[in-house]
């Protein structure tokens, strides 16, 4: 069955440093979605591309983050410098809409990188 | 920002027993999905409701939703300890563009 590929699976850095991951959804799939995930809460959308490009980024802490997905396959999440607060796991999800049935966007996600900020 | 908001926050029962969380949002929605997540793990979706649909079945699982009272709920039936995870709901709201958003989840946990 196809998955998601993230990485990397751990990463622990510390504060001020930059830290960058990556994903690479499933082939075909147009849409891409970042999420972050605090210990003991809901994913919170920090990015959606369709294609290469950006759909809503509403949520991302753009003075220190950036998404990029340039030839609209796999995508890079990027913070600089990294805080206390973004010790989360990051999740980036992918889907293709229709493919489960028309106009449904079931999300298939990938195993996710947790990150550590000391 | 969170749309759905789960109830209970977490839920503690005997392997054998019936399970139902409950989700409540505010927007008007295309669908709305539930998924699992293992501890540590990436979410699985579990199942789709549309809109239009009131109650839909999937082996032990059965979700209703109520469009009226923006609401929604997830049964599983006959627990088995495999079934201990995080479950969230999530829903796609009109005019949204494919956005998913989810809620801050239920905690489950089945003793053996």
């Known amino acids: 069955e196809a998955e998601v590929a993230q990485s990397p699976r751990y990463k622990i850095t510390e504060k001020s440093q930059a830290v960058a991951f990556w994903c690479d959804p499933i082939s075909g799939h147009a849409t891409l979605y970042w999420y972050r995930q605090i210990l003991g809460q809901g994913p919170e959308l920090l990015v959606q591309f369709q294609d290469e490009s950006v759909v809503d980024d509403s949520q991302l802490p753009k003075d220190r983050f950036s998404a990029e997905r340039l030839k609209g396959v796999d995508s890079t999440l990027k913070i600089q410098p990294a805080e206390l607060g973004d010790s989360a796991m990051y999740l980036c999800?992918?889907?293709?809409?229709?493919?489960?049935?028309?106009?449904?966007?079931?999300?298939?996600f990938g195993a996710g990188s947790r990150l550590t900020v000391l | 920002s969170q749309q759905g908001e789960e109830d209970p926050q977490a839920l503690s029962i005997q392997e054998g027993e019936n399970a139902t969380m409950n989700c409540s949002y505010k927007?008007?929605?295309?669908?709305l999905q539930w998924y699992r997540q293992n501890s540590g793990r990436g979410l699985v979706h579990l199942i789709l409701?549309?809109?239009?649909?009131r109650e839909k079945h999937s082996g032990r699982l059965r979700v209703t939703l109520d469009t009226s009272k923006k609401s929604s709920s997830l049964l599983i039936t006959a627990s088995r300890a495999a079934d201990t995870a995080s479950y969230f709901c999530?829903?796609?709201?009109?005019?949204?563009?494919?956005?998913?958003?989810f809620g801050a989840g239920t905690r489950l946990a089945v003793h053996p």
């Open positions: 999530a829903t796609d709201a009109v005019g949204g563009y494919n956005k998913l958003i």
């Open positions: 409701i549309r809109s239009n649909e």
């Open positions: 999800a992918s889907t293709s809409r229709g493919e489960r049935g028309s106009g449904a966007n079931v999300l298939t």
């Open positions: 927007t008007s929605i295309n669908n």
